[in-house]
């Protein structure tokens, strides 16, 4: 039995998730007879385009409980997150609106987003959140002013997990005319979202996240209340006048798919994947009882686990594992391997944030995978931790 | 109702996919890593993305490390245009919107009458300011498909210490690219007008220019453009930028078909007029007007003949605008108002100029009848 050539157990489902093939069968005819450009009203190649566009943007809104003309097509959710929170800022600060609020663990595109905004002379605070990953809504009060402009809080955590409590911060911005952003991108079709309900006025979705194609994102534009942003991409006017650039619509279709699928399924599948990960994480904790969960147990993705096993660094764990697909933190980020600043505004010391493991589940994930994974890793951490001590009793020799 | 038969005439709107971009990405779904991550399939997926970037780079004549994928070339043209806040901007009046949005009057230059930009103009703008500039100037412009001095254009520029920038979307796949023989400094490229998917573009700029990116975030593409990328569409991206180099040499046969498409039309409508006729042209562009006809007419007309055409730039109003190429060649407004565009690809033939003539020559004698 050829183990080695097998491959590895795909574990990372938060850094993106396979194209379901129903959503690639959907998009295939897009690619090629189908393959007008969307804004060629002129003929039926443009036309069909369009139509599609439009039932994509239709599903995607259903998902959310938005309007259509809600939804922009963007490239991704780190555009759209670019988008809401520099676009909002700017449309703003001509009304006295400088200041912008988000969370110290929010994704590094947010965080980035709000350094290009300092450097252009807003104000911004980054929240420190608690040890569980929660924010604490008190702190985030006591953080607004009359001249924040703009909220951004991540509805689910693409490290840890965690579920932010967004109505809550909801219910401290609408009365004060702030705007509230949520990226998304990890909880969109994974945990209910209504728009409407949480009362969001922006909020960013990811396709490959949700297993549609990589290069395909949206964001989501309340019209009543308006949430008025700035463009980032002049142009054609395309979406609205929101986002330029000719819609890839084999792309667009894909998404709406995804969300047509996630809308049924979704249910079905946090039943299912909260089951498994009660299974994997009791089978580590069985294993291995000194291994520490980060963030909210409860509050938190069905499909995520992060763990740090003290005295494992995680790089030698993942190497040790080349059957099992993991990562140590954020995909992008991930090449370099250092501890993880999300886990740092947690609180977890340097050594533990060093030694954490993210580990996502999602829709082609076995209870035999979780099963393999749990046994794999125990028996990588005990062989590390024996080799360890091997090597400190040698130097202390 | 469809006709039996489409005959596709849009191609500066956007081109078919190439049948072996599709088998490309097709299997290129099938290891749908995250180029970022670690493990097996993000290292698989890193390594399309340089295979494709390679090909990308030997279309443009430029190094690897000077491709940053983005979104499109809508998202490049800005992020050149946003990507230097202390340059003032200037731009050609021929320009694709993603270029010309929101641009001051005082910072377009004019174009000639013959399709190209008014250099002695660009160079008396420079000399009256002396701000440091960025300059952008297609390289063949979408709907008259005439190929700007972009060289000589560049030299002007440097000479003033500005940075020229230029939109090649229209012209990669149909006129051979050479950054240095342009002497363009950044270079905007798109895959779905050569065949490859939407969704993906390039911009091309050497990495000692300090770029600030549109799009901040998780530092992929060295930084200047952060989102998780699209690793299928930029294998497409690939092939299809491989597939246009080695097309360049189909140019020959499609310049034919155009000429001969126009010279039938300008042969039954002697009063039709052809746009930047004079000027160095795209292969594959064919501008004309039939006066007295609204372009929106003949779009109509020949979409029900199955012929699809457009009335210049594709974009999202749905509605048919004035073409401000045209306006600033200063057509007159009711002339402009009647121009068609007709674009040709790889698998045009000859049947389609036949289907073409024989469908605008119908409009144009029925119009001429009533018009008697």
């Known amino acids: 039995m050829s183990e080695r050539n097998r491959p590895p157990v795909y574990l990372d489902y938060q850094a993106t998730t396979p194209c379901d093939p129903r959503v690639l069968e959907e998009m295939l005819p897009w690619f090629t007879e189908k393959f007008g450009n969307p804004g060629s009203v002129t003929h039926d190649y443009g036309r069909a385009a369009a139509d599609a566009v439009e039932r994509a943007r239709a599903q995607l809104a259903a998902l959310i409980g938005a309007e259509p003309r809600e939804i922009v097509f963007t490239s991704g959710a780190t555009e759209s997150n670019n988008l809401a929170i520099k676009g909002a800022a700017q449309f703003h600060r001509p009304f006295g609106r400088d200041h912008v609020v988000a969370l110290a663990t929010e994704h590094k595109c947010v965080l980035e987003s709000c350094v290009a905004l300092e450097r252009q002379g807003f104000r911004v605070t980054l929240l420190p959140v608690e040890r569980s990953g929660l924010v604490d809504p008190a702190r985030l009060e006591a953080a607004l002013d009359e001249r924040t402009v703009l909220v951004s809080v991540m509805a689910a955590h693409n490290e840890i997990g965690v579920l932010q409590p967004l109505a809550a911060v909801a219910a401290l911005c609408r009365p004060r005319g702030i705007l509230l952003h949520s990226d998304a991108a990890q909880a969109v079709g994974k945990i209910p979202l209504d728009v409407a309900t949480l009362g969001l006025d922006l909020m960013s979705i990811s396709g490959h996240k949700l297993y549609a194609p990589k290069g395909v994102g949206a964001l989501y534009v309340r019209r009543r209340p308006r949430a008025r942003i700035a463009p980032s991409i002049d142009g054609g006017g395309q979406e609205r006048g929101l986002r330029s650039g000719t819609l890839p619509t084999p792309l667009c279709v894909g998404l709406g798919a995804a969300a047509a699928i996630a809308a049924a399924e979704l249910d079905e599948e946090a039943e299912r994947l909260l089951g498994l990960r009660r299974r994997l994480l009791a089978n580590v904790m069985a294993r291995l009882p000194d291994a520490m969960l980060n963030g909210d147990p409860e509050r938190r993705l069905p499909g995520n686990l992060n763990f740090s096993f003290p005295g494992v660094p995680a790089p030698d764990l993942m190497a040790a594992c080349p059957a099992l697909a993991l990562s140590s933190g954020s995909a992008c980020t991930s090449a370099v391997l250092e501890p993880s600043y999300v886990l740092r505004a947690l609180g977890v010391p340097d050594d533990l944030a060093a030694a954490s493991i993210r580990i996502g589940l999602g829709r082609f994930s076995t209870p035999e995978e979780v099963d393999f994974a749990a046994e794999t890793l125990a028996s990588a951490v005990r062989r590390l931790r024996e080799q360890g001590m091997t090597r400190a009793a040698a130097g202390a020799t | ?372």
């Open chain 2, 1 to 372: 109702m469809a006709a039996t038969r489409s005959t596709y005439l849009d191609w500066n709107a956007t081109a078919p996919l190439l049948p072996a971009v599709a088998e490309a990405m097709a299997d290129a779904f099938r290891h749908c890593g995250n180029a970022s991550s670690v493990h097996r399939w993000g290292r698989a997926a890193r390594g399309a993305i340089e295979a494709a970037r390679r090909e990308v780079a030997v279309l443009a004549g430029v190094d690897e490390d000077e491709i940053t994928f983005t979104g499109g070339g809508s998202e490049a043209n800005q992020t050149a245009l946003r990507g230097f806040p202390g340059r003032r901007v200037v731009v050609s009046a021929l320009e694709h919107d993603s270029v010309r949005a929101g641009i001051a009057p005082g910072d377009i230059v004019p174009a000639r009458p013959g399709g190209c930009i008014d250099l002695a103009a660009l160079e008396r703008m420079l000399a009256a300011d002396p701000r440091p500039v960025l300059v952008s100037l297609m390289l063949a412009n979408n709907e008259t498909g005439a190929v700007q001095p972009v060289a000589d254009a560049a030299r002007i520029a440097h000479a003033r210490g500005a940075l020229l920038h230029t939109d090649a979307v229209q012209a990669a796949g149909r006129i051979a690219l050479d950054r240095a023989a342009l002497g363009a400094d950044l270079i905007t490229l798109s895959a779905h007008k050569i065949g490859g998917p939407q969704g993906v573009g390039a911009l091309i700029a050497s990495p000692d220019l300090p770029l600030v990116p549109l799009i901040a975030g998780g530092g992929q593409e060295r930084g200047r453009r952060a989102g998780t990328e699209n690793v299928v569409a930029i294998v497409g991206f690939g092939v299809a930028a491989r597939a246009g180099r080695e097309r360049i040499g189909d140019q020959d046969r499609i310049a034919r078909l155009r000429d001969e498409a126009e010279r039938r039309l300008v042969a039954m409508a002697p009063d039709a007029r052809v746009f930047a006729a004079e000027a160095p042209r795209l292969a594959n562009t064919l501008a004309i007007a039939m006066p007295g006809v609204p372009a929106a007419t003949q779009v109509m007309a020949l979409d029900l003949a199955g012929v699809m055409v457009s009335a210049g730039a594709a974009c999202s109003s749905g509605k048919v605008r004035p073409s401000a190429v045209l306006a600033a060649m200063g057509v007159p407004l009711e002339i402009a108002d009647c121009a068609i565009r007709i674009s040709l690809g790889w698998s045009s033939g000859a049947a389609d100029i036949d289907r073409l003539v024989e469908a605008w020559g119908a409009l144009y004698a029925r119009t001429r009848v009533k018009a008697a």
